[in-house]
C-alpha cells in the first residue's frame, strides 16, 4: 500500500504530507493489513508480526490520526496518546 493511499481510511493530507517528507513511501504488509482491519476504526486490534516489520509505526500512525481527527473537530484540544513496546526487546536491539 502506497503512503498516499492513506487518505482512502480518512488519514488527513497533514500526515501523509509529513510521512512523505520524512521518507515515506510504502507500508509494510503488517501495516496495510492492520488499516484494512479497522486501525482508523477505533477497534483494538492485536498485532503479532515479525521483528522489523514496522509494529511500532501501527500504533504512532493510530495515535497521530486519531489526535489530528479529534484536534480538528477541538480547536482546545489537549489530546493525549500513549503508546507502550516490550522494553526488553527494544533494548536488546540497541546493544
Do not use: W
Request: glycine share 8%; proline share 2%.
Amino acid at each position: 500500500m502506497r503512503i498516499e493511499e492513506l487518505s482512502d481510511f480518512g488519514v488527513s493530507e497533514s500526515i501523509i504530507d509529513k510521512l512523505k517528507e520524512l521518507g515515506f513511501e510504502t507500508l509494510t504488509s503488517a501495516q496495510a493489513g492492520a488499516i484494512q482491519n479497522g486501525l482508523f476504526d477505533k477497534k483494538s486490534l492485536l498485532i503479532s508480526a515479525p521483528t522489523n516489520t514496522g509494529k511500532t509505526f501501527i500504533g504512532e500512525l493510530a495515535a497521530y490520526s486519531y489526535l489530528a481527527m479529534h484536534c480538528a473537530r477541538n480547536r482546545s484540544c489537549r489530546g493525549k496518546a500513549m503508546h507502550s513496546t516490550p522494553t526488553l526487546t527494544v533494548g536488546l536491539r540497541s546493544i
